[in-house]
């Protein structure tokens, strides 16, 4: 909107001396239809003189009774109905045009503001507050576009600066959404701000997303949900009613911190990536992943079930799980558990079904009954402890 005004202050001040062709084109027939030619009256014989044309060369306007003031009408009305365009290219999104105009080509006044053009991008210069608990902020009706929220929340009304719980009992809005009625929804990025209290979903996208630093809190369902093949990367979700994030197969989540959430901490499908998380009082697991998926170097601890639950074929290296009150790992048949540090977990410090393997981890307990519940190959180079006495080696001994 600042780029609007200042062309128009610049247009004015240089008394509209150079007005693009279509403008002058318009001017003129603005300027003709204020004084129609008729055959009896005085404009029909009279021949166009210079100061009655429009210079083609320069689009200098001549004749400022007949087109100057139609055409600065005219340009007025199309400056000011163009989108809020930064000098970057990239669409501008705010609560006013929101509420008000809408925001661009394709959106109407009113939540929630709807993107209906692929291969664009967008930037929030204001917070928006949505209405209530069933309308989504952002939709999303194509593909491959990106969404920066420039350090500013997507909030339900009612919600702004408590600090005390805000979630919705019920409702079906989102922050950010995809519509469900388009086929073509993928490759879509949101990065950089904070959504609050939604009645279903903090961020809701398709295939190839991908969800980048944000904050999300007190939603109804899952804090970010995303379909195949997508990247969650440095965000921190917590507070949600059900996972804080869902990543569908072949993910990448990455960097995240998850707490407080109704469900699992991160719940990922299969072939995914889980690593360098933080997932910890969350009332379901920790981090759960399907098969064939790879988790490391996370932290899990104080969750409500296990700190790490995996499906089979996966590998489950250099992570950290304690105080957990199932499980410090559970791990599915054909799965590599190796390097991991598992303490004081109310029931297992490590679980293996079928075929697994395990080695180099390092296991503190109470009690040696708690230990490891294996089945599977014992590689070897595994620690065990009782409390925190290293002189108690009580692990399994490997095979000859």
């Not at 190839?208 to 195949?228: C, D, K, P, Y």
């Not at 379901?284 to 969750?303: E, L, M, P």
Request: charged residues 15%; hydrophobic residues 30%.
């Amino acid at each position: 909107m600042h780029g609007r005004t200042f062309l128009l202050g610049r247009l004015v001040s240089h008394g509209l001396t150079r007005l693009p062709a279509a403008a002058s084109v318009a001017a003129r027939e603005i300027g003709s239809r204020r004084h129609p030619p008729d055959s009896g009256s005085r404009w029909s014989n009279r021949k166009p003189g210079p100061e009655r044309t429009l210079d083609a060369s320069t689009h200098g306007l001549q004749n400022k009774e007949t087109a100057v003031r139609p055409s600065l009408t005219l340009l007025i009305f199309l400056i000011l109905a163009t989108p809020a365009l930064a000098t970057d290219g990239v669409l501008e999104i705010n609560q006013t045009c929101a509420v008000n105009t809408g925001c661009f080509d394709g959106d109407t006044p009113g939540f929630p503001v709807t993107i209906t053009t692929p291969g664009t991008s967008y930037r929030l210069t204001s917070r928006l507050i949505v209405p209530n608990q069933s309308t989504d902020g952002i939709r999303v009706s194509t593909s491959d576009i990106g969404i920066d929220l420039n350090n500013f929340a997507i909030i339900r009304s009612g919600c702004e600066g408590l600090t005390t719980d805000c979630t919705p009992t019920w409702g079906s809005g989102s922050g950010i959404e995809r519509n469900d009625n388009q086929a073509t929804d993928r490759g879509t990025s949101v990065k950089n701000g904070s959504i609050i209290g939604m009645g279903q979903y903090g961020v809701l996208l398709g295939e190839q997303a991908e969800v980048t630093n944000l904050r999300i809190r007190w939603t109804r369902q899952h804090g970010i949900s995303v379909a195949e093949g997508s990247r969650v990367i440095g965000n921190t979700v917590y507070q949600s009613s059900l996972y804080g994030i869902w990543a569908y197969n072949g993910s990448t989540v990455l960097g995240n911190t998850v707490y407080l959430n109704g469900g699992d901490g991160i719940h990922v499908g299969e072939g995914s990536t889980v690593s360098d998380n933080t997932a910890y009082q969350n009332g379901g697991d920790g981090i759960h992943t399907s098969f064939g998926s790879t988790v490391s170097d996370n932290t899990a601890y104080r969750n409500g079930d296990d700190g790490i639950y995996t499906g089979s074929g996966s590998t489950i290296s250099d992570n950290t799980a304690y105080r957990n009150e199932g499980d410090g790992i559970h791990a599915d048949f054909g799965a590599t558990v190796n390097g991991n540090t598992l303490n004081f977990n109310e029931s297992m410090q490590l679980r293996l079904s079928g075929a697994a393997s395990y080695y180099g981890n390092t296991l503190i307990s109470p009690d040696s009954a708690s230990l490891i519940q294996a089945v599977g190959v014992n590689g070897g180079a595994n620690v065990c402890y009782i409390s925190d006495t290293a002189t108690q080696s009580r692990c399994p001994v490997p095979p000859p």
